[in-house]
C-alpha cells in the first residue's frame, strides 16, 4: 500500500514571552493555598498566547502564536509542566500546528520536550525540542526563548491535505519511486523572509481513482512490484545490506576518547578490533562532553553539506555519508564549531586496544595527558543515504537511550 515519506525537519525560532504589563501575553488562571509562600510559585497555573517570530526582536517576522497551559509543578525547583501548541499563522507552513508537553526546568540550559504530535503539514510529528532563555528585560518585563525542534513527519503538501480512504489506496503517482515507503527525507526549516512571503504551495494533481473504478495496469504492475520487493525483503530477514552500505551492521561498537584537556575523538566498529568505519575529532573539550553527559540525555547532531553532481551517471558513485570529511556540530541544540574525519593513527588504535576488552564503560587511561574514554554498543538505523542514527543501548533494555548521534547531510 502506497504511502508518504517520512521527512526529518529541523525548526528554529523564538518566543516573545511578555509576562507583565498591558500587552502581556501570559496570565493566571490558578493557585493553590500555598503558591503566595512558595519559593518555586508552586501550584499557579497559567494561560499563554506568545508571539512566534523568525528572530530574538520583537519586530522580526512573525510565524504565528504559542498556545497552551502551564503550571509550576516543582516544589523544590522551579519547574513547569507545559502543555504547548505552536500555531503556524505565516511562511510555508500556515495553518499546521505542532504540540510539546513535558516537564520544563527552567532554570536549566538545552531544556529538552518531546513532540508528541501536530496537525497539517506536521501530521503525526515525533521529535523533541530544545529551548534555552535568550534573554530578559526587566523594565519591559519580557522574556526571549529559543526553541530548536528536530522531528520526524509525513510531511502532507499542504496542510488541507486529505487523509481520506480514497486517497490513502487509490493515489498512485505516474512513476513510482524507488524504497518508496523506507526512504526517508530530510527537510531543514530556515524561516527566511522570502520563504514567509510566499504563496501557498502550488497544490499537486494526483490522480485518484473513485473506489468503483480499477486502477490502470500500469499502476497495478507497480504496485505488485513494490509488494514483491517488500517480501523478498522481509524472507532476508535483513541480512542483506542496503546500496549505501557502509559495511557497519545493525549492532555497532561506539568509543567517544580523548586527552582530558584536548578534543573528543568518536569511533564506530563493527568490532572492536576492526578498522573503525567512522573516526571523527569534535571541537569538543572532552572534559567539557563529559561534563553535558553527566547532566542527563544528550544528542549530538553531526551535519554536512551535499555536493552537486553535474551528471546523474555520477550519483550512483555518491560518497558514502560516513566518508564525508567535514560536519557541523550540534550538542543538545547547540552549536560547537566543526568536526574533522580522521585516519586511525596509532595514538587511536592505542586507546581502542586498550579498551577492546570492556563491551560498555567509562573511565581514564593512565599515561601522559589522562586519556578519557566511553565505550558502549549502539544501534544502527539507515533512513536513507543521507541520514543515520546511533542510539546507545542500555544493557537493562529499559528507559530510552541516554546518548544518541544523528549524521544528516543536509
Known amino acids: 500500500m502506497p504511502q508518504r515519506k517520512e521527512k526529518f525537519v529541523k525548526l528554529h525560532f523564538y518566543i516573545q514571552d511578555a509576562l507583565g504589563g498591558p500587552n502581556a501575553t501570559i496570565w493566571e488562571v490558578a493557585r493553590a493555598q500555598v503558591t503566595a509562600n512558595s519559593p518555586t510559585s508552586f501550584g499557579q497555573v497559567r494561560v499563554l498566547d506568545d508571539l512566534m ?18 503550571a509550576s509543578a516543582g516544589l523544590h525547583e522551579s519547574s513547569l ?26 532554570e536549566r540550559v538545552n531544556r529538552e520536550l518531546p513532540v508528541i504530535g501536530g496537525t497539517g503539514i506536521f501530521r503525526m510529528a515525533r521529535g523533541f525540542s530544545i529551548s534555552n532563555t535568550y534573554s530578559y528585560d526587566p523594565i519591559k518585563d519580557l522574556g526571549v526563548l529559543e526553541y530548536t525542534v528536530y522531528m520526524k513527519t509525513i510531511m502532507a503538501k499542504t496542510p488541507q491535505d486529505s487523509l481520506s480512504s480514497s486517497r490513502r489506496y487509490f493515489h498512485w ?14 527537510e531543514i526549516l530556515n524561516f527566511t523572509h522570502k520563504s514567509l512571503d510566499k504563496d501557498k504551495p502550488k497544490s499537486e494533481n494526483p490522480k485518484i481513482f473513485p473506489i468503483h473504478q480499477s486502477p490502470p495496469a500500469a499502476a497495478r504492475a507497480n504496485y505488485r512490484k513494490r509488494v514483491s ?40 566498529q563493527e568490532d572492536f578490533k576492526a578498522e573503525p568505519a567512522f573516526l571523527v575529532e569534535l571541537a569538543t573539550a572532552t572534559s567539557a562532553l563529559v561534563k553535558e553527559m553527566a547532566s542527563g540525555l544528550v544528542r549530538i547532531a553531526l551535519e554536512c553539506e551535499k555536493r552537486q553532481q553535474q551528471e546523474k551517471e555520477k550519483e550512483k558513485e555518491k560518497k558514502l555519508l560516513l566518508e564525508e570529511p567535514l560536519w557541523r556540530t550540534y550538542c543538545n541544540g547547540k552549536k560547537c564549531a566543526y568536526a574533522m574525519r580522521r585516519d586511525c593513527g596509532p595514538d587511536d588504535w592505542k586507546v581502542l586496544n586498550a579498551v577492546g576488552p570492556i563491551s560498555m564503560g567509562a573511565g581514564v587511561l593512565p599515561g601522559d595527558g589522562e586519556f578519557m574514554y566511553m565505550r558502549a554498543k549502539f544501534e544502527r538505523v539507515v533512513g536513507s543515504r543521507d541520514s543515520e542514527a546511533f542510539y546507545m543501548m542500555n544493557p537493562d533494555r529499559n528507559g530510552g537511550p541516554e546518548l544518541s548521534i544523528y549524521l544528516l547531510r543536509v
Not at 523568525?54 to 502551564?70: C, D, F, T, Y
Not at 513510482?176 to 530530510?186: G, L, N, V, Y
Request: glycine letters at 12%.
Open 53 to 70: 517570530t523568525v528572530e530574538p526582536n520583537h519586530n522580526s517576522k512573525k510565524l504565528g502564536r504559542a498556545q497552551g497551559l502551564i
Open 229 to 268: 520487493v517488500k517480501l523478498r525483503a522481509a524472507l532476508s530477514f535483513g541480512r542483506a545490506r542496503c546500496p549505501f552500505s557502509s559495511g557497519l551492521g545493525q549492532r555497532v561498537v561506539g568509543t567517544l576518547f580523548g586527552q582530558r584537556r584536548g578534543h573528543v575523538r568518536l569511533a564506530f
Open 81 to 106: 509542566t507545559m502543555n504547548i501548541n505552536f500555531v503556524f499563522m505565516a511562511g510555508p507552513y500556515k495553518g499546521s500546528t505542532l504540540c510539546i508537553a513535558g516537564s520544563n526546568p527552567i
Open 173 to 186: 503517482k505516474n512513476k513510482a519511486s524507488q524504497d518508496e515507503d523506507t526512504e526517508m527525507e530530510e
